[in-house]
């Protein structure tokens, strides 16, 4: 691979002839663990400046260095100075318009996207017009003005540290029971003022009469097909959303557990935790209908599973094992998959403890971990890990799922969490594993104990499950980033919260959805093909993946809009619509405009069971009570002024504001029989509903 290099000359002996070498550019830390471009600015480099990496250098002696390593490290600079350069020019080139299957210059391999996403922005291209039919914020005349302005505040650097209690607490005025609390839902409908005082904790803590609570200890059906069956489920519609296992030793534990049966053990708890997780899940087309996420004796089978492992599962807390870790983060992905939420936090507050002490014992939070370098010179491959090295990815990972998950849920139910956001972890990204080992590959020494009884056509599935899984997981990663920076701009006290005037207040908000909106449009043209979502909310996605990041594009847009809509709507529920500012109407009814979208983006995936339906659900309703509690504050201001309330929602809602809520009224109901958190949302949106109505 390396033979057309000048200045290099190969033997059987790897000797090099002499030469006149340039030294190996000396990376930081930062960028040798992620394996990037680092451009050696002392003190901080590039990227680290950008991204608030904490940028060492560790300055070795060529001299103590062999001939032969010497020729390595210069091979390996050219071919990432060659390498960089290529893809420099492809981005430099790259039109606007997609063709049909690929953006030209998109990311062509996992490594390649890792690259893009770890803060290489990417090249600046004519954004697209507005799909919403509002002012677009990220044309250069508006982003021109606010740039431009002087006085503008600047939008708050970003460390890419997750946000702390103190600020997911404060974020939770944007939740659905703060958003319950604004004045002009208690003036409209005051008889709800009692059911709004209980707290959430204590709703999702009432298990419903409907759901699953299976006592029996026999165990389903472990026959060697049914546990082929279920693994490679598993892999399909559930570890490509959370990559937290390894795919060679879950192969290898299905081989053991169908040939020796069930053990008590970590690794049967761990296979029967997979299985039960499997068992409930199912391609998103598969479930667009009502009905099929429902059927009893899948849950059953599914709960008779789960119990199997929880038996099993006692052993691992007190222990300092990864394996428990994994355990319990998939306990948490079951419990929340049924609805169980109080539990799943607990799990996921389990599973995050348990993986920040596994990292500290093992050194992870105190040193570098980058891969080491070893060159293939017949083959494809330029890394080469060994077992410890193969399996820092999947640590990774699970640091990544543990800590997006309990923040996710923090979010809504105000709880604490394990610790693990508080803490210095040194990798910005996880670092995506080279392959899936060919388990068929009866040269390697380990064969024997790996290969599993699926089949050739199987490891070549899961190949292209892990490659979509790590698409999928860097791109998540990338805009949870963002939206925590977000949540860090509005709500940490030491990134502001000076007086400003209405116009200077205009300014920073106009300027942080430009800057917010531009982020949004680098990552989505960043995006692989595969990963590439519709645009327009009414085309469906066909694919939970690009389904999840879709919403979370979404979330970020309302997320930064949402100051204008607040203080339309809570802070001055009283002053007419005209005595705001052009700027806060403008954002407010953008903001709308998003709520209606972001209700018609999930509309497939409504009576989809997977660990996101209860967050899905809550997402709707959020923006169903946005939508409705404009409408009412029109009808408010109708009757004090005279003006008819027909023109203020025309001025101010979408045309299918109606429409949506119905809809989320529609998933509400489907869910309530095992949520008494759902059940009490339906009951309170369609008496919302019926209170507009009247």
């Known amino acids: 691979m390396l033979h057309g290099l000048p200045g290099t000359q190969l033997s059987n002996g790897r000797s090099a002839t002499s030469y006149n070498r340039r030294r190996a550019s000396n990376a930081c830390l930062v ?3 992620r394996k990037t471009k680092c451009d050696n600015q002392r003190p901080r480099c590039g990227f680290c400046v950008s991204n608030g990496g904490n940028c060492r250098y560790v300055d070795s002696d060529p001299s103590q260095l062999d001939r032969s390593t010497l020729t390595i ?19 430099e080139d790259r039109p606007f318009l997609p063709t049909n299957e690929q953006f030209p210059g998109e990311p062509r391999d996992l490594h390649d996207y890792a690259y893009q996403t770890q803060g290489h922005r990417a090249t600046s291209r004519p954004y697209e017009s507005s799909t919403t039919g509002s002012v677009d914020w990220r044309s250069p005349a508006v982003s021109g003005i606010v740039q431009n302005n002087p006085g503008t505040p600047d939008v708050v650097p970003s460390d890419d540290a997750p946000p702390s ?22 003036e409209a409908a005051p008889h709800l003022a009692a059911t709004l005082e209980i707290p959430l904790i204590e709703v999702v803590d009432r298990p419903r009469p409907n759901n699953v609570r299976q006592q029996n200890s026999a165990l389903p059906d472990l026959s060697p097909d049914t546990i082929n069956c279920l693994v490679q489920n598993f892999l399909n519609n559930n570890h490509i959303k959370n990559p937290v296992l390894d795919v060679k030793v879950l192969w290898a534990d299905a081989r053991e557990f169908a040939e020796s049966g069930p053990q008590w053990d970590a690794r049967s708890c761990l296979l029967l935790l997979v299985c039960a997780i499997s068992t409930l899940s199912a391609p998103l087309t598969d479930e667009l209908s009502p009905g099929v996420s429902k059927q009893q004796e899948r849950l059953l089978t599914a709960e008779a599973y789960f119990l199997a492992s929880q038996w099993r599962i006692g052993m691992l807390c007190h222990e300092n094992s990864f394996i428990g870790a994994q355990c319990s983060f998939l306990s948490a992905v079951y419990l929340l998959s049924t609805l169980r939420i109080l539990a799943a936090w607990k799990c996921f507050v389990q599973a995050g403890s348990q993986c920040l002490a596994w990292l500290t014992s093992q050194g992870r939070m105190t040193r570098d971990n980058k891969l080491k370098a070893n060159i293939s010179f017949g083959g494809d491959m330029l890394w080469e890990q060994n077992e410890n090295e193969r399996a820092h990815h999947i640590e990774e990972s699970l640091y990544w799922s543990c800590l997006k998950s309990e923040i996710e ?55 292209q499950n892990l490659q979509l899984a790590w698409y999928f997981y860097l791109a998540e990663i990338a805009m949870k980033r963002k939206l925590n920076n977000l949540l860090v701009w509005r ?106 979208e972001s209700i018609e983006a ?35 201001e109708a009757r004090s002024t005279g003006v008819m309330a027909i023109e203020l929602e025309e001025m101010m809602l979408p045309s299918r504001w109606r429409k949506v809520v119905e809809q989320t009224v529609e998933v509400l109901k489907y869910w309530s029989d095992e949520s008494n958190d759902l059940a009490r949302l339906n009951d309170l949106l369609r008496d919302l509903l019926h209170t507009y109505e009247s």
Not at 412 to 439: A, M
Not at 609 to 618: C, F, V
């Open 31 to 33: 960028c040798r663990s």
């Open 73 to 91: 490290l210069e091979r390996i600079s050219q071919l990432e100075t060659s390498l960089m350069i290529h893809i420099d020019s492809k981005l």
């Open 165 to 186: 209690a103190e600020v997911l607490l404060r974020a939770s005025e944007m939740s659905i029971e703060s958003i319950l609390k604004w004045p002009i839902f208690s």
């Open 409 to 463: 849920v923090r979010f809504h139910l105000r709880l604490p969490g394990s610790g693990l956001g508080e803490v210095h972890y040194p990798h910005l990204y996880p670092s995506p594993p080279q392959d899936v080992p060919d388990i068929y590959d009866h040269t390697s020494p380990s064969s024997a104990s790996s290969r599993s009884f699926s089949n050739p056509e199987q490891t070549h599935m899961d190949r």
């Open 491 to 596: 709500y940490d006290t030491k990134s502001g919260g000076e007086l400003l005037d209405q116009k200077s207040k205009d300014l920073r908000l106009q300027r942080n959805v430009v800057e917010f909106e531009r982020q949004n449009e680098d990552w989505y043209h960043m995006l692989p093909a595969q990963m590439k979502f519709p645009r327009d909310s009414d085309v469906p996605s066909n694919d939970i993946l690009r389904l999840i990041l879709r919403g979370h594009m979404n979330d970020v847009r309302d997320f930064v809009r949402f100051p204008a809509l607040e203080e339309v709507l809570a802070l001055k529920p009283h002053a007419p619509l005209r005595s705001f500012s052009p700027v806060q109407l403008q954002l407010t009814r953008e903001c709308l405009q998003i709520a209606v």
């Open 602 to 636: 999930n509309r497939e995936s409504f009576f989809h069971r997977h660990q996101g339906t209860w967050l899905m659900a809550r997402t709707c309703t959020r923006s169903s009570l946005i939508l409705l509690a404009m409408a009412m504050r029109c009808q408010a």
